[in-house]
């Protein structure tokens, strides 16, 4: 059994509006210390996201305990930390039943979640949207469901004459559980995901889906690519919202959409909540996948078997092109090294800095020649009143690679069936 704390100095505060909080983790006996140090890491980056300030945090390595989680006789040397660094609130790495929230928070004398409850509030606080509104309520709610008992349970013990449970506690539960039909009802009645695509489909647009674990550079890469001005923020979960905008590469028209990030063991309630906000990914022609260089090697792996994993279930005939960021912050020797472990999970990706700009032409070239293939043909569209329109018909829904004006207007084109078909009467043969 070991006990660490660790401490932040003061000095380090970077606003008094920030709450004070200390970070828990138990570790199993037999864990990876690596994997035990990164998942702290990942905890202490989320309570950044969250706007909290860590004073401290605390770390026992041992199985867990029904009531505390951690060692019974450590909650009390944890409380001592909470009260000598004036924190406010104590956040667990370890999932925390209700009654082991409910036990410490009487022993810290402030509050307690853990992990997913403060995804959640991040998830809240980003949450523009209705629609992203009502995906975190269905979150929490699906959080809850389980739970109805204990709650009940510790509303009863604090209250007293509280009323007993029984009925009371099957009424919460139903209707626990009819908000959340109403929620999913609402929210697969405004998902038009399939039909959209469909329509961009039908108007020339093929779909491109920014993926990859959060804070691995995708928003600032999506601001590369458009050449536009978003919300970019060096903090877990920038983007809630998909957002999309128009790109076009050597003549084709593609939708770029930013989704929001993966994380490591996120919880599947949050990932059901907002499965409508990830179909945008797996709705797309083609994943763009953004990786992280600048983690370890191990990390790399992990994260890509995760999402390729998440590909494989989901997507249909999607082509996969992977972009991995931070090149050029990695001395060549190192970066090769990384190469070479990896290359069994990313056989032809490129190298690109979103920040400084370098590779982005030659991913966009990659994503064009990723995209569904278009046919060539030439025409001789006779003159008359109608032919500016056509011509003018298929400068918005193709590609024009020559046109000449004549006894009749001979134009070699670039597009999809559908528009081939359409013009198939000026068609010349070859």
Known sequence: MTFETEFVSKDQVRGSTMKKIVLVQRNDPNSDAATNSRKLAELNELADSGDYMVVGSFVQSRLPDRKY??????VDELAELVESLDAKKVIFNNPLSMTQIYNISESCNCEVIDRFQLILEIFAARAITKRAKLQVELAELQYKLPKTKAILSLMKKEKQGFMGLGGYEDAYEQDI????????AELQQGDG??????????KGFSLVALAGYTNAGKSTLFQSLVEEETIIKDMLFTTLSPTTRALTANGRKMLLTD???FIEDLPHVMVDAFRSTLDEIFLADIILLVVDMNDPVD??????????????ERTEGAVIVTALNKADLLPDEELQEKMEAIGDLVPAPVMISAKSGEGIDELKQILYEKLPKWERCRLSIPLSEKSISIVSWLYDEGIVHTIEYGESILMEIEARDEIIQKVGPFALSS
Do not use: N, P
Request: with cysteine.
């Open 177 to 184: 559980k009819k908000r959340i039909a109403r929620i999913r």
């Open 259 to 261: 989704t929001v990030g």
């Open 299 to 312: 990390i790399i792996r992990q994260k890509l078997t995760v999402c390729h994993d998440i590909f494989w």
């Open 193 to 202: 995901s399939e039909a959209q695509r469909i329509f961009r489909h039908e």
């Open 69 to 74: 989680q951690i060692g019974c006789g450590k």
